[in-house]
C-alpha cells in the first residue's frame, strides 16, 4: 500500500463551534492507480487531498506513506515529503507569472537542489509544449497553463500527483484534451488521486472514493461510479 488514511478527521473554527469538515475517513491508494474523490461542493474533497499531500496537518488520525506516518513529521521533512514524493495541480494552475514556462517547470527541481532542464524539457514535449518553453504564463491559454503545471507536477518524478479540480476551470473541449493527457500518464504508471465534481471524468478510475458530509459513502473499484 503506498498511501493509507485511516480515521482522518479535520474540525475548523466556526463561530458557532468547531466545524467538522472530515469526520473519520478512510481510503487507500496503491501504486500506479487513478483514484478519485468525488461529491458536492462544500463535503470536505479539496480538504481531504490537502491531508494526504502534507499542505495541511489533520485533526485526528493520520496519513501513512508506505508505512510511515507524515501527520507526524516536523516541518522540514513534511516540505521535503511535498517536494520528493507527491507532486499537486491545482485549478488555477499557480505559475509564477514572473518566469517561463520552462523556468516554471523547472523550479521544484531548484527547490530540491538539483536544475533538471533535461526532464523539464522531456516533459514539455510530451505535453505539447516545448516550443512555448520561452514563453510567460500570460502568453498561454488556460488549456495549455494547466498542461505546464501538470509538467511541473512530475518534474521530481514523484510518486502520486494530487489533482484539485484540474479541469474544473477549462471550457469542454480543453478539458477533454487534459483528460486525455493524464489518462496517457497513469497507463504508463503514474499514479494520480484527483479531486473532482465532473463524474463523467471519473469513469475510467481503478477506484472512486465518493465524499458526503465529511465521510466516505461508498468505494467503488474499477469500472467506473456506482449509482
Known amino acids: 500500500m503506498m498511501l493509507k488514511a485511516i480515521g482522518l478527521a479535520k474540525d475548523y473554527k466556526g463561530p458557532n463551534g468547531p466545524l467538522h469538515v472530515l469526520r ?18 462544500g463535503t470536505g474533497k479539496s480538504t481531504l487531498l490537502h491531508l494526504l499531500g502534507g499542505l495541511d496537518r489533520p485533526t485526528k488520525g493520520s496519513v501513512e506513506f508506505e508505512g510511515d506516518d507524515i501527520s507526524t513529521l516536523g516541518e522540514a521533512a513534511l516540505a521535503r515529503y511535498r517536494n520528493q514524493k507527491v507532486g499537486f495541480v491545482f485549478q488555477f494552475y499557480h505559475l509564477l507569472p514572473e518566469l517561463t514556462v520552462e523556468e516554471n517547470v523547472v523550479l521544484p527541481s531548484w527547490i530540491r537542489g538539483k536544475r533538471d532542464s533535461r526532464r523539464a524539457d522531456t516533459l514539455l514535449k510530451e505535453v505539447g509544449l516545448w516550443q512555448r518553453r520561452g514563453h510567460l504564463p500570460s502568453e498561454l491559454s488556460g488549456g495549455e497553463q494547466q498542461r505546464v503545471a501538470i509538467a511541473r507536477s512530475l518534474v521530481n518524478e514523484p510518486d502520486i500527483v494530487f489533482c484539485d479540480e484540474p479541469t474544473g476551470n477549462l471550457d469542454e473541449e480543453t478539458a477533454n484534451t487534459v483528460h486525455e493527457l493524464i489518462f496517457k500518464l497513469n497507463e504508463r504508471g503514474q499514479t494520480f488521486c484527483i479531486v473532482t465534481h465532473e463524474e463523467s471524468f471519473a469513469q475510467k478510475s481503478d477506484r472512486v472514493y465518493r465524499l458526503h458530509e465529511g465521510l466516505v459513502q461508498n468505494i467503488s473499484k474499477v469500472g467506473g461510479i456506482s449509482p
Do not use: A, C, K, P
Open 24 to 41: 473519520g475517513v478512510d481510503l487507500e491508494i496503491i501504486r500506479g492507480e487513478l483514484v478519485f474523490i468525488v461529491g458536492r461542493s
